[in-house]
């Protein structure tokens, strides 16, 4: 535990904690990159991007090897996954603009054709030199382990220039991924926008690769954007939010499994960010799935009150268990069935208030106004107190019921 | 021996396993492409991994029935899942997939590292790449072996199994033709004449889990989510008939399974290297370079109303 605490506060060695500021700043900028795709309903494009990198790293091994160089040079595996990606990016919209293949079929066929065709080079790069070839599996999964200072530099000077570049980009991108419509009717060229949000998404997937794997780096691009998508309607809290959730998980992931070397990053970082995206689904406040049922049962019980004063005022006996429990947990009726006063005064006033719509439908011809009539609004809500008593005077004055 | 028991012992079963497997994930991945569900392979073939690993856990074992309900549950587990946030949380589906799959995943590869597996042949890499080229035939002695009871007993178990799979695929394709077609072309006429749209739809998306689970056994998930794809997608570019399409993607998946094990196989041998390459690999690299043929060269490649490559 204290691991993990020295971790967190970057206090377990410079690599560690060049490390977690990498993943806190990749986070950050995956968190902001996907929000973008998530509103252009694109999300699945981080797919295909993120498994057509394997050929690259294994095409770009192969090229420093053949020019005799290591092989193993971060920065190059790195280059050579993004010109796979960007080659795979292209294809699948070629695919899906020239051909009558939908998105999802083009995403599916250049993931597993792109992944197929880099496990068949990682199996010839197996064949050709054993010692040399370790570690290029590591691309898929993730690992920090035995990360080199030079690598953990490369990842945090990448999330910074990304998260520069989505600072830079954000209102354009904000726009077309709202209304790309109103975008383009602003003179806005919303297919340069969509370019240049592909490449922030493949350069989030290209610094990811070695810290959270191909596989899993495009959870860090869909998940905190879906999350923050419960908190606010609003375009820009959406994205900052994703961000932060983005990097928090990156952070803490990587302080976790700094601190617990069995514990590889890239799962732990996913794990991490659904474990807030569940949270977001059951308790973010209006599109929760908590707060949607009680104010479900909310709806549900003024419906029952509504249909139980109803009853009083027709007399007609209530048989409804709930109608009796919430009518007489305010007091509206006796514990035996019969209305209080208050009962009868609220039934009445309901009656009237049906009067008065009536009325009000045949005066009024805005449907604007009583089409608002669902049973449940108050007639005060619609309508001003002048316009009311106008109906009360069509209405003519009140009788005594039975006198 | 001969180059004919060479061929029977190495070469058959694995070729016949990646075919049947081709097979059994192409056809329901015809009606999965039409209706914009194609991805959903590519979900499964992710969750199978959490599936696999907890099932170990479970048994202790690396039976083949446990592992296969294991990977059922988890697929099924997952399909409930993306329909409950999309339901839910309102969220659209590729993203409420996305969501899903990944998690799933991230938890089995956890799981994995966290359990002593060290005992089993199970990893990540596994998972993913499969193992064809080790399904083999040691009692085939040459084509004779085909009617030899002994050796016959010795055949994998993989075969059966995804034999069993491919068939029974194959049937409910043929039994359930008429309303699979009504409801993926227009699901509104079909709710309209009493079909239960919403159960094919399921059906549907339990037949492409079992076809994925089945084959992952033998081959890896590389190959499902290829052969979902890529055979029905070139066969759409071909044809504008269904049944046609279906046909198609049979044809085109089997090619697939053949020429790419023979070029995993053989290939770098022809080019003077000493040893193989990934089947499973080289099988959805040669599945995706027919579909680029067909993307260029389909007679119906383009859309209705738009001129070919227009």
Same mark, same amino acid.
């Given at each position: 535990?204290?691991?993990?605490?020295?971790?967190?506060?970057?206090?377990?060695?410079?690599?560690?904690? %060049?490390?977690?500021?990498?993943?806190?700043?990749?986070?950050?900028?995956?968190?902001?990159?996907?929000?973008?795709?998530?509103?252009?309903?694109?999300?699945?494009?981080?797919?295909?991007v993120?498994?057509?990198?394997?050929?690259?790293?294994?095409?770009?091994?192969?090229?420093?090897?053949?020019?005799?160089?290591?092989?193993?040079? %971060?920065?190059?595996?790195?280059?050579?996954?993004?010109?796979?990606?960007?080659?795979?990016?292209?294809?699948?919209?070629?695919?899906?603009?020239?051909?009558?293949?939908?998105?999802? /079929?083009?995403?599916g066929?250049?993931?597993?054709?792109?992944?197929?065709?880099?496990?068949v =080079?990682?199996?010839?790069?197996?064949?050709?030199?054993?010692?040399?070839? /370790?570690?290029?599996?590591?691309?898929?999964?993730?690992?920090?382990?035995?990360? =080199?200072?030079?690598?953990?530099?490369?990842?945090?000077?990448?999330?910074?220039?990304?998260?520069?570049?989505?600072?830079?980009?954000?209102?354009? +991108?904000?726009?077309?991924?709202?209304?790309?419509?109103?975008?383009? !009717?602003?003179?806005?060229?919303?297919?340069?926008?969509?370019?240049? +949000? +592909?490449? =922030?998404?493949?350069?989030?997937?290209?610094?990811?690769?070695? =810290?959270?794997?191909?596989?899993?780096?495009?959870?860090?691009?869909?998940?905190?954007?879906?999350?923050?998508?419960?908190w606010?309607?609003?375009?820009?809290?959406?994205?900052?939010?994703?961000?932060?959730?983005?990097?928090?998980?990156?952070?803490?992931?990587? /302080?976790?499994?700094?601190?617990?070397?069995?514990?590889?990053?890239?799962?732990?970082?996913?794990?991490?960010?659904?474990?807030?995206?569940?949270?977001?689904?059951?308790?973010?406040?209006?599109?929760?799935?908590?707060?949607?049922?009680?104010?479900?049962?909310?709806?549900q /019980?003024?419906?029952?009150?509504?249909?139980?004063?109803?009853?009083?005022?027709?007399?007609?006996?209530?048989?409804?268990?709930?109608? %009796?429990r919430?009518?007489?947990?305010?007091?509206?009726?006796?514990?035996?069935?019969?209305?209080?006063?208050?009962?009868?005064?609220?039934?009445?006033?309901?009656?009237?208030?049906?009067?008065?719509?009536?009325? !009000?439908?045949?005066?009024?011809?805005?449907?604007?106004?009583?089409?608002?009539?669902?049973? %449940?609004?108050?007639?005060?809500?619609?309508?001003?107190?002048?316009?009311?008593?106008?109906?009360?005077?069509?209405?003519?004055?009140?009788?005594?019921v039975?006198? | 021996?001969?180059?004919?028991?060479?061929?029977?012992?190495?070469?058959?079963t694995?070729?016949?396993?990646?075919?049947?497997?081709?097979?059994?994930?192409? &056809?329901?991945?015809?009606?999965?492409?039409?209706?914009?569900?194609?991805?959903?392979?590519?979900?499964?073939?992710?969750?199978?991994?959490?599936?696999?690993?907890?099932?170990?856990?479970?048994?202790?074992?690396?039976?083949?029935?446990?592992?296969?309900?294991?990977?059922?549950?988890?697929?099924?587990?997952?399909?409930?899942?993306?329909?409950?946030?999309?339901?839910?949380?309102?969220?659209?589906?590729?993203?409420?997939m996305?969501v899903?799959?990944?998690?799933?995943?991230?938890?089995?590869?956890?799981?994995?590292?966290?359990?002593?597996t060290?005992?089993?042949?199970?990893?990540?890499?596994?998972? &993913?790449?499969?193992?064809?080229?080790?399904?083999?035939?040691?009692?085939?002695?040459?084509?004779g072996?085909?009617?030899?009871?002994?050796?016959?007993?010795?055949?994998?178990?993989?075969?059966?199994?995804?034999?069993?799979?491919?068939?029974?695929?194959?049937?409910?394709?043929?039994?359930?033709?008429?309303?699979?077609?009504?409801?993926?072309?227009?699901?509104?006429?079909?709710?309209?004449?009493?079909?239960?749209?919403?159960?094919?739809?399921?059906?549907?998306?339990?037949?492409?889990?079992?076809?994925?689970?089945?084959?992952?056994?033998?081959?890896?998930?590389?190959?499902?989510?290829?052969?979902?794809?890529?055979?029905?997608?070139?066969?759409?570019?071909?044809?504008?008939?269904?049944?046609?399409?279906?046909?198609?993607?049979?044809?085109?998946?089997?090619?697939?399974?053949?020429?790419g094990?023979?070029?995993?196989?053989?290939?770098?041998?022809?080019?003077?290297?000493?040893?193989?390459?990934?089947?499973?690999?080289?099988i959805?690299?040669?599945?995706?370079?027919?579909?680029?043929?067909?993307?260029?060269?389909g007679?119906?490649?383009?859309?209705?109303?738009?001129?070919?490559?227009?």
């Amino acid at each position: 535990m204290s691991g993990f605490l020295d971790a967190l506060l970057l206090q377990a060695g410079y690599n560690a904690a %060049l490390v977690a500021i990498g993943a806190a700043l990749l986070g950050f900028a995956a968190g902001t990159a996907g929000t973008f795709l998530f509103l252009r309903k694109r999300a699945l494009v981080s797919d295909a991007v993120a498994h057509a990198t394997l050929p690259g790293v294994g095409l770009a091994f192969l090229v420093m090897v053949a020019l005799g160089g290591e092989g193993r040079n %971060l920065g190059g595996l790195l280059i050579g996954s993004a010109l796979s990606a960007w080659a795979g990016l292209l294809l699948v919209e070629w695919i899906a603009r020239r051909t009558r293949l939908a998105e999802d /079929a083009a995403i599916g066929a250049v993931l597993s054709v792109f992944f197929g065709f880099g496990v068949v =080079l990682l199996t010839v790069i197996q064949t050709l030199d054993r010692g040399r070839q /370790a570690g290029l599996e590591d691309f898929l999964l993730g690992s920090t382990a035995g990360m =080199l200072f030079q690598d953990a530099v490369i990842i945090a000077t990448g999330g910074a220039l990304v998260v520069a570049a989505i600072w830079v980009l954000r209102r354009p +991108m904000t726009l077309v991924a709202f209304d790309a419509g109103y975008a383009t !009717a602003l003179g806005v060229d919303t297919r340069r926008v969509d370019l240049a +949000m +592909m490449g =922030l998404v493949m350069a989030v997937t290209v610094i990811g690769l070695k =810290l959270v794997g191909l596989i899993l780096v495009v959870a860090l691009l869909i998940i905190p954007a879906v999350t923050a998508r419960f908190w606010t309607n609003r375009v820009e809290v959406v994205l900052w939010t994703a961000g932060i959730l983005g990097g928090a998980s990156g952070y803490v992931g990587a /302080a976790l499994s700094a601190s617990a070397p069995d514990l590889p990053t890239g799962p732990i970082i996913v794990l991490i960010a659904a474990g807030l995206f569940a949270l977001s689904l059951l308790f973010a406040p209006a599109r929760g799935i908590l707060a949607a049922a009680l104010s479900h049962r909310r709806f549900q /019980a003024r419906v029952h009150r509504r249909q139980g004063l109803l009853a009083l005022v027709r007399s007609e006996p209530i048989h409804d268990p709930l109608t %009796l429990r919430i009518l007489r947990a305010e007091g509206l009726i006796r514990p035996d069935g019969v209305a209080t006063d208050e009962g009868r005064a609220l039934a009445a006033k309901i009656a009237r208030d049906e009067r008065r719509w009536d009325v !009000a439908r045949a005066v009024h011809q805005d449907t604007s106004l009583t089409g608002r009539y669902d049973g %449940l609004t108050p007639i005060e809500e619609v309508f001003t107190a002048d316009q009311i008593a106008d109906f009360d005077v069509r209405l003519g004055a009140p009788h005594a019921v039975g006198a | 021996m001969s180059m004919g028991a060479d061929f029977v012992q190495f070469s058959l079963t694995p070729i016949l396993i990646g075919i049947l497997a081709a097979i059994a994930c192409a &056809l329901p991945g015809n009606f999965l492409i039409l209706r914009r569900q194609a991805l959903i392979g590519d979900a499964i073939s992710h969750v199978v991994l959490p599936g696999i690993v907890v099932a170990f856990l479970v048994t202790g074992t690396i039976a083949a029935i446990p592992m296969l309900l294991g990977a059922g549950a988890a697929a099924l587990v997952a399909v409930a899942l993306i329909e409950a946030i999309k339901r839910l949380g309102g969220i659209e589906p590729g993203a409420a997939m996305g969501v899903v799959f990944t998690a799933l995943f991230a938890g089995g590869v956890l799981l994995l590292e966290q359990s002593d597996t060290s005992r089993v042949h199970l990893d990540v890499e596994h998972a &993913l790449m499969g193992n064809l080229e080790t399904l083999i035939w040691f009692q085939a002695e040459g084509w004779g072996s085909l009617a030899d009871p002994a050796a016959l007993a010795d055949l994998p178990p993989e075969l059966l199994r995804i034999a069993v799979v491919a068939l029974a695929i194959a049937v409910l394709t043929v039994v359930f033709w008429r309303p699979l077609k009504l409801s993926t072309f227009d699901e509104g006429f079909a709710r309209a004449i009493g079909l239960p749209v919403s159960v094919i739809g399921l059906g549907l998306v339990i037949a492409a889990a079992v076809a994925a689970v089945a084959a992952f056994d033998a081959v890896g998930s590389i190959i499902v989510i290829a052969m979902f794809i890529c055979p029905p997608a070139t066969a759409r570019l071909m044809t504008n008939s269904l049944a046609a399409q279906v046909w198609g993607s049979v044809g085109f998946a089997t090619l697939s399974a053949i020429l790419g094990y023979v070029l995993a196989g053989y290939g770098p041998l022809w080019l003077g290297f000493d040893s193989a390459v990934s089947a499973a690999g080289m099988i959805a690299a040669v599945s995706g370079l027919i579909l680029g043929l067909a993307c260029l060269f389909g007679p119906h490649r383009g859309r209705v109303g738009v001129a070919a490559g227009g």
